[in-house]
Every structure is written in structure tokens, then in C-alpha cells.
């Protein structure tokens, strides 16, 4: 039943409206008979003859430069085999889809209806002038090595066979990893290998030229062992043969160090696996049935690393870790081919990769709570958002420095805020923050301390340069939770302000709370209770400059958190009121929200109050602010209070700050349409201009509108950002994540900035820890 309710869907996901799963978008305007002229005749002339003076043109004028051809004849087609170019073509559409999805990359998809392995070499060959890279896919071995071969040797664009490197890279990243937790030497390793075909054989030449032996090699194909008395063996296959004919599958898995399978499933039993040696690493990569069961694999060896094609076991070795990010960094770079140190680069990129602290939105979307590296999780998850960002560039120097780049490369860090733009996933804003924050890192006191997400935000914060953060709460629990978390804590502080340690800090706090609140409803006992809690003593930190800026809320009350800044640090001069503000990451770029966390029902003088300290706040951002004022009313179509509310704010805001760019009182969608703004409302100074800030006219409108554009807008929020505070306290919204957490404290840091400017030597000498740190590091 479930099987076919599976055939079901997906027959129904691929016929369901607009068969298929691409279509052709125009990159251009094409609505007006001007357009079509400038898109056809007789505008498109003048390109073709920039081209046909220098061919190199096509990559400006064109979308060679981003355009990739999968091609197959349907020979070899998953696990289906031999179904033909027509069968195929569901396959190479997929296959489509994973390129732009991932990488940007714009695909045509070519059935060619030729087995011949030189016609089909000739048929490929003459359509170089469409494509900037060729992806060979689906043909079967050995007539796909000539192929890719022969393409290489005679195209001067990129040519990948994706059965054979894309296996073979991720694997060999996946290996790397392994070797490493497994503390083995590749160069010392036993392999027995089952499977000789085209991905088999790339995934051990691989492996060679990672420092793996020809000698310490046994392979298997369907004949049996690979071994020098065969007469049917190619030059490749002849370096890895063994000297016996008599060698069995499990006599070879006996001692042997690394299996790996690209062959059939349920060949390989608990028995052989536990006949190998000690922390031995199986990769059964045969699909949809792997060679043995991850549950059987790792219930026969508990020393295991075990690694499948599957996605619902740990360490899917999936080829989309590779292939979409290597054709990117080969484009951009206009390489002429993808050759061995290209490769190399994509697997060490890979490898690395994996031994970095994982984004929340991974651990969401793979149900994990804290994946860290070791024997589940030695390769990249294939959702992880920084794959682009890490294998395209690690590519395109490779070609660069190999000679085989025609369009080099020279400003990386513009390059990677490019590539990350591709997908939306960049926002420029929160590059430039965290990029400031690298270059003068301040202390960020973490008021819950005893949190896995407050502990896992604090240990990147720290291994990335944005902030040196000291954490609050009790040592040993907050250490216990890190131990489990497998997260590193050992060169961050950690303060317990119930601790007798802290009795002479407490009694200095106390003092000068009990002088600040003495005539408001505290006496000194009070005064010296309430630097055991970790909200008032984190608020003291900042404001005897022990911390550049505190974080709190991610498990109290909004209130509750905010309450001992007003009482400690209390508001900047000429603030009456403080506010909030959500920063909101979008594709068409940052928006920021106010007030949307503080204030319930604002007159219209703490309306512009609010408006102007926003504006303030996002100058902070290098951002011109934009502002739009909102209501249900457009410039005086209803006379209600609330409409007039909003309408008197615009004016003060305007009075006081005449510079500003802000208008309303205006519906929220009419600043986006600007088409409609120009026509109806062309006296607003908002016409033709990118709005980026909305004020909203109470509370309730403001939570409304940034909780639906955050669940249902899929926008990415930051906040609430606090504003009006004299010194850099910022709370979290109730169960933020860690990504958030670490967008937080990107701005608590430039904050500090601002508000606390000091030298970045004397951040250092204001705290021991750090003084010593500093010289350990160096």
C-alpha cells in the first residue's frame, strides 16, 4: 500500500498542472512592443555583431556563462538501467532543478537518442557555443569514460561526468572525515571495494591521489576479484588488481580497514563486517538497498563509521553536496575544464566544512538537536546554506592557481556576498554588521548561561571573532550541559553570581545599585539580593564597563528581562520612552519594524519619537532609512483618530528632522507598489524610492505584521532590537534560535561600538581572561 501511494504521488507531483518540473523564464522586461524590439528584431542584431567581432562576448551579452547542458542517452538511469533517452528525461529535469536551487545555475536538459560512443561524442561537441559547462549524466560504463574523455580533451568548457566525480568527491570528503575520527592514515589503510564501475572507479583513483596505495587495494566487480591473470581489464582497472584469483569477499573483509560499496545491495553480513579491523568505516553506498543496513552495520561493530546513499540515515554521501558548487566556482571563473586539483579543492572544502559548528535551521530541518562532528556526522547535510558559500570558491581558485581559469577572480570577499545573494540567503546588511563586529570584538555578557543554544551561540560567537563572550549561572551545570552538547567552552569565562568567588563583586554591585535606587523602593538588603539574579548582575557588568553589552530573555519575560536595564543603565538623553525594533531579512532586502514589542497605543509625539530614534538605529547600519508611516488610511482618506494619530507623527517627525525620507499616513502596501504611489500619490516623498522602514501606529499592528511576514513571508527575523537604552542591552524573543542568538549578538557588538568607543587593545586589558587568552592564541 505505501508503495504505491508513493508511485501515486510522485506520478501526480510530475503530471499535476504544467507537466514536468521546468520552465523557460525571460531574464529581461518583455511587455511592450519596445521590449520585443530590443529582445528580437531588430535590437538583438547589435549583440550578434559585438559577438561575431569577439566570441568572448557571448559570455556579456548571453546566457552562456550560466547555462549547463545535462546530457544522456538513458543507458544507465538510477538504478533502472538500460530505459532509454525519453524515460531519462524526468531524471535530467530533476537534475535541473537541483542546479538552480542550489547553485543558480540555468540548465537545459538533453536526451540524445545515440549509443554510439562516437557519434554521441561529435553530437555533444557541436553544441560548445550554447553551454558554458557540459554535465555528462546517466551514461553507462566503460563507453562513459571514453565519452567524458574525449569531450575534455577536444571542449574548451567544463565537461564533469557526475556519476563518476560527484560520487567520488563527496565520498572522498565523507573518507577524509572518517580516517580522521577513526584516527587511521589513508596511506595506511586496507580498501576492499565492491563495484568497479563508473563511480567506483573514480571514487579509488580519487582516494589515490588523496595518498591511498594501489597496493592496498581488493576490488570486486560481477566477474569476482579484480586480479592480474583477467584478460578483460582496462588500463585503470589493471593498477589496482591483486596478484591472487582465489580471494573471496569475506576472506578480503577480514583485518580490512575501509569497505566501500557501489554495487548491490545486501551483499555484505554482520559477520564480515565484524571480521575488520578495529574502528573499521564502512561506506554501503549501493541504492535504494545498501550493501548491508546502517541498523545491522552498527548493531554488528559499535566502533563503526558507517555511511549510506540514503538520506534517512547519518552521513548521506549525496552527490548534490557536489555538483551544483563545483560547476558554480568552474562558471564563474570561466574555467576551460574541472580538473584534478579542482576536485581535491571540493573535497577539502567539504571536509572542513563539516567540522564547523552547524547552523540551527540544519539541526531543525534534519530533526537533530545538536549535530556535531564524529562518527555520525562526517560530511555536510545537502540543506546546509553554506555549501555554496564554501565549495564554489574553494573551486575557483583552484582553477585560478592551475591556469585553467580565463575570468579570474580578485575580490573574495565580494565574490561570496555574490554567491550568497544568488539564493537569497544573503543579507548584505548582516555581512557588513558581522564584518564590523570582526574587526573590533567586545565583550557580550549571556545572562542564561545554563541553555545548550546560549552555550552552542557562544562558542561560534567566540571561534568566528565577533564578540568574547562570559556567561552567567552555575559552572558546573553550565558545563554539564556543554559536555553533552559536545560544545567547547574552555576558554570562556563563566561567572556564578551566587558563588562565593563573587561575594566582594556582588557587595561593589550592590553599593552602587542600592545609590542609583535608594529613594525608589529598595533598600540595601534588597540591593544586595538582587545581584544574585543574573539579569541585574549582568546589567551592572555593562554598566561598570566589566561587559560591553549584555543578552538576555531567551527564557523570561519580555519585561521581566527589560526592567533591570531601565533600573541599572535607564535610557540614553532626551528618550522618553524605549522601543523595539525587528530587523527582517528578505529577498528584496532588509526591513525593519517598529515598535514592535514595547510600546501599546504611542501618541503621536512618542510615535515620532520612536520613528526617529529608528532612524537612527539604521544609520548604524550604513543604510539611508526609508520610512513609511502606516495605518488603514491613505494621506487623509479617513478623518478617524487613529488615521489623524498617524498623519500629526508624520508632521512632527518632519518637523524635527526635515532631512529624513518618511511619509504617511499610507496603507502597507502602497510604498512597495511604486507604479501606484507615482500615479495616485505623486506629491509623497516616498515616489521611486526603496522603502525600508515601516512604523506601525500601535503594538498590535506591529507584532501582527512581523510574526506573519516571519511564518508565512519566510522572511528571517533579527530582534527585537532595543532601542533607547543608554548602553547595549538587547533581549531575545521567548525560544530564539541559535542563529538568531548569533545575529543578536552581531549587533549587540556594533552596538558597543558606537555607544562604548574605546580602544580595541583596552577591551582586552578590561578583563584578565581575555589578556590571557590573547597571548595563548598568539
Not at 73 to 94: F, H, Q, R
Not at 117 to 139: C, R
Not at 362 to 388: H, S, W
Request: net charge neutral; charged share 25%.
Amino acid at each position: 500500500m505505501q508503495k504505491d501511494l508513493r508511485k501515486e504521488q510522485a506520478l501526480e507531483y510530475h503530471s499535476t498542472g504544467r507537466p514536468g518540473k521546468i520552465e523557460v523564464v525571460p531574464t529581461k522586461e518583455a511587455k511592450t512592443q519596445r521590449d520585443l524590439s530590443l529582445a528580437y528584431s531588430p535590437g538583438v542584431a547589435e549583440p550578434c555583431k559585438e559577438i561575431f567581432k569577439d566570441k568572448e562576448d557571448v559570455y556579456k551579452y548571453t546566457a552562456k556563462g550560466n547555462l549547463v547542458a545535462v546530457i544522456t542517452n538513458g543507458t544507465a538511469v538510477l538504478g533502472l538501467g538500460d530505459i532509454g533517452p525519453e524515460a531519462s528525461k524526468p531524471v535530467m529535469e530533476g537534475k535541473g532543478v537541483l542546479f538552480k536551487i542550489f547553485a543558480d545555475i540555468d540548465v537545459f536538459d538533453i536526451e540524445i537518442n545515440e549509443n554510439d560512443p562516437e557519434k554521441f561524442v561529435q553530437i555533444v561537441k557541436a553544441l560548445e557555443p550554447t553551454f558554458g559547462g557540459i554535465n555528462l549524466e546517466d551514461i553507462k560504463a566503460p563507453e562513459c569514460f571514453y565519452i567524458e574523455k574525449k569531450l575534455r580533451e577536444e571542449l574548451h568548457i567544463p565537461v564533469m561526468h557526475d556519476d563518476q566525480h560527484g560520487t567520488a568527491i563527496i565520498s572522498s570528503a565523507a573518507l577524509l572525515n572518517a580516517l580522521e575520527v577513526q584516527k587511521k592514515k589513508i596511506d595506511k589503510v586496507h580498501f576492499v571495494v565492491s563495484g568497479a564501475g563508473a563511480a567506483a572507479m573514480a571514487c579509488v583513483q580519487l582516494y589515490v591521489a588523496l595518498g591511498a596505495k594501489y597496493e592496498n587495494f581488493t576490488m570486486f566487480d560481477k566477474d569476482g576479484v579484480i586480479h592480474r591473470g583477467r584478460t578483460d581489464l582496462d588500463e585503470t582497472k589493471i593498477k589496482f588488481a591483486v596478484t591472487k584469483d582465489d580471494i573471496t569477499l569475506d576472506k578480503a573483509m577480514k583485518d580490512a580497514d575501509v569497505f566501500l560499496g557501489l554495487s548491490v545491495g545486501n551483499i555484505l553480513s554482520q559477520d564480515m563486517v565484524k571480521s575488520m579491523a578495529k574502528n573499521p568505516i564502512v561506506f554501503a553506498m549501493a541504492n535504494p538497498d545498501p550493501e548491508i543496513g546502517y541498523e545491522d552495520a552498527v548493531a554488528a561493530r559499535k566502533d563503526i563509521v558507517m555511511a549510506t546513499g540514503r538520506s534517512d540515515y547519518p552521513n548521506q554521501v549525496n552527490n548534490v553536496l557536489g555538483f551544483p558548487y563545483i560547476f558554480r566556482g568552474a562558471l564563474d571563473v570561466r574555467a576551460s575544464q574541472i580538473n584534478e586539483a579542482m576536485k581535491l579543492a571540493a573535497v577539502r572544502a567539504l571536509a572542513d566544512m563539516a567540522k564547523t559548528a552547524v547552523p540551527d535551521i540544519v539541526n531543525l530541518a534534519y530533526n537533530q538537536k545538536n549535530m556535531v562532528f564524529g562518527a555520525e556526522y562526517i560530511i555536510p547535510k545537502p540543506l546546509d546554506p553554506r555549501l555554496l558559500a564554501s565549495i564554489a570558491p574553494a573551486v575557483a581558485k583552484a582553477a585560478i592557481e592551475s591556469g585553467v581559469a580565463k575570468n579570474p577572480i580578485t575580490d573574495w570577499e565580494k565574490y561570496v556576498v555574490d554567491l550568497n545573494k544568488r539564493l537569497g540567503l544573503d543579507n548584505q546588511v548582516m555581512r557588513a554588521v558581522g564584518s564590523k563586529a570582526r574587526r573590533d570584538p567586545r565583550r557580550i555578557v549571556f545572562v542564561e548561561a545554563d541553555n545548550q543554544k546560549i552555550l552552542k551561540a557562544a562558542s561560534i560567537i567566540y571561534d568566528d571573532g565577533i564578540a568574547y563572550p562570559i556567561l552567567l549561572g552555575d559552572e558546573l551545570k553550565i558545563r554539564k550541559i556543554a559536555d553533552e552538547n559536545q560544545i567547547d567552552l574552555s576558554d570562556i569565562p563563566i561567572i556564578d553570581p551566587k558563588s562565593d568567588e563573587m561575594e566582594e563583586k556582588r557587595n561593589f554591585y550592590a553599593e552602587l545599585f542600592f545609590k542609583k535606587r535608594q529613594r525608589k523602593g529598595f533598600n540595601y538588603y534588597e540591593s544586595k539580593k538582587m545581584m544574585r539574579d543574573r539579569t541585574y548582575y549582568g546589567c551592572m557588568m555593562v554598566e561598570t564597563g566589566d561587559a560591553d553589552a549584555m543578552i538576555s530573555g531567551l527564557t523570561r519575560n519580555y519585561v521581566d528581562a527589560i526592567k533591570p536595564a531601565l533600573q541599572i543603565i535607564g535610557t540614553e538623553e532626551g528618550v522618553k520612552k524605549i522601543a523595539g525594533m525587528y530587523l527582517l531579512l528578505t529577498k528584496k532586502g532588509p526591513l525593519f519594524l517598529a515598535d514592535t514589542t514595547v510600546n501599546f497605543n504611542p501618541t503621536a509625539e512618542e510615535l515620532a519619537d520612536i520613528t526617529i530614534m529608528v532612524a537612527r538605529e539604521v544609520r548604524n547600519f550604513n543604510i539611508v532609512p526609508r520610512i513609511a508611516m502606516l495605518s488603514y488610511s491613505n494621506f487623509g482618506s479617513s478623518d478617524s483618530p487613529e488615521a489623524r494619530l498617524v498623519a500629526e507623527a508624520t508632521k512632527i517627525v518632519k518637523q524635527r528632522n526635515p532631512s529624513l525620507i518618511v511619509d504617511g499616513e499610507m496603507q502597507a502596501w502602497v510604498p512597495f507598489n511604486k507604479e501606484i504611489l507615482k500615479d495616485n500619490f505623486p506629491f509623497s516623498d516616498l515616489v521611486d524610492e526603496d522603502v525600508n522602514v515601516l512604523i506601525f501606529p500601535n503594538l498590535t499592528a506591529g507584532n501582527i505584521a512581523y510574526n506573519l511576514l516571519k511564518e508565512v513571508g519566510g522572511a528571517d527575523a533579527i530582534g527585537p532590537i532595543l532601542l533607547g537604552i543608554k548602553k547595549p542591552v538587547h533581549v531575545l524573543q521567548l525560544g530564539s534560535s541559535v542563529r538568531s542568538i548569533i545575529n543578536m549578538a552581531n549587533i549587540a557588538v556594533v552596538d558597543a561600538q558606537i555607544k562604548c568607543r574605546i580602544n580595541p587593545e583596552e577591551v582586552i586589558q578590561r578583563s584578565p581572561w581575555w589578556k590571557r587568552l590573547k597571548k595563548k592564541k598568539k
